[in-house]
């Protein structure tokens, strides 16, 4: 059973190995649309790159060798069809170093960083308070500038001369939510440390609330957006499961901390603050006083007229009670 999958594996991972031409051979051509899209391709390829779906890279080498001359060929032509196939698939650019072993491991050592320091020591997990900021249509509006730049999660920063937020270019299709939960997945059940690429899906669901987020994303180039609308792409990074469980990324928690105290220290954001916390958060309060004031006022009405207040000073009173 297992060399039957293999070899179906195969199949499809030799439509995607690296060379010139066309990627989709005849064979597939039943797989392809009048418009050249690979609709039910697509639908197989997102069974195949699940975590749970993943064949030994050594299987796939002992099949593959029954149709070369040579181990050495089979581990070369196996892994240009992983590149091929991960640059199909991958959200993000890759660089031709990127050099993977198998399968999920492809798509997660083009997009990590190289190396981070949370790894060194134990840290005590973060609070949830430490991940929070604003949405994009929000830092848009303090005057945030959102750039585009870099493929991998180590180029995202933020500027706090310039207040400009760099994000890696991400292109999304109706593959990527797959890919991504399958990135997540693998991060979880392989890396000991800090988990980078979950922070990474935690940041864009904080930062993308609605459409109107994607659309500024999309503006800056920073979004690629293949699927059917902007409200698409907002709802796949809110769908985005929480990590399973929260862990310290210096590096982003930086960028995190750095647009916070931006978008914190902006006089509107201020006076945004002060307005809810003392006018529009204390209605009630202000709605109680006011009534307690207009029943003293009716009281003291009453005791003037009948113990007779001079004429002024009900008049006075009336006014008062008028107005309010």
Avoid at 203 to 222: A, H, S
Avoid at 246 to 263: C, E, F, H, Q, R
Avoid at 301 to 307: E, G, I, L, N, R
Wanted: aromatic share 8%; glycine share 4%.
């Amino acid at each position: 059973m297992m060399a039957i999958d293999a070899s179906f594996f195969l199949e499809i991972l030799q439509v995607y190995e690296v060379q010139e031409g066309p990627r989709v051979s005849s064979r597939m051509a039943h797989l392809v649309d009048h418009a050249g899209r690979k609709s039910a391709h697509h639908a197989i390829l997102r069974d195949l790159v699940m975590l749970e779906n993943q064949i030994p890279r050594f299987v796939l080498k002992k099949v593959l060798k029954f149709k070369l001359p040579a181990l050495e060929c089979a581990k070369d032509k196996l892994l240009s069809m992983f590149m091929g196939l991960c640059k199909e698939l991958s959200p993000f650019k890759m660089n031709d170093e990127d050099m993977p072993n198998m399968g999920v491991n492809i798509q997660f050592s083009t997009v990590k960083p190289e190396d981070d320091s949370s790894s060194n020591g134990i840290s005590k997990p973060p609070k949830i308070e430490e991940i929070t900021i604003p949405s994009v249509s929000d830092l848009s509006k303090s005057c945030v500038k959102f750039l585009a730049g870099g493929i991998r999660i180590s180029d995202i920063s933020f500027n706090t001369e310039t207040g400009s937020f760099t994000l890696p270019i991400t292109s999304l299709d109706g593959n990527t939510g797959v890919i991504l939960r399958n990135l997540v997945a693998y991060e979880a059940s392989s890396v000991s440390g800090p988990l980078v690429f979950t922070r990474y899906t935690e940041l864009m669901n904080r930062i993308i609330d609605t459409e109107e987020d994607v659309k500024l994303l999309r503006e800056k180039r920073i979004i690629v957006n293949h699927l059917k609308s902007d409200e698409e792409v907002a709802n796949l990074f809110n769908g985005m499961s929480k990590s399973i469980r929260l862990t310290k990324v210096p590096s982003l928690d930086k960028v995190i901390a750095d647009a916070n105290g931006y978008y914190n220290g902006r006089w509107k954001v201020k006076m945004r603050k002060f307005l809810n916390t003392f006018v529009y958060g204390s209605k009630p309060l202000l709605a109680f006083l006011a009534a307690i004031l207009l029943l003293l006022l009716m009281t003291l009405q009453a005791v003037c007229s009948v113990y007779r207040c001079s004429s002024i000073f009900l008049r006075h009173i009336n006014t008062t009670v008028t107005i309010t």
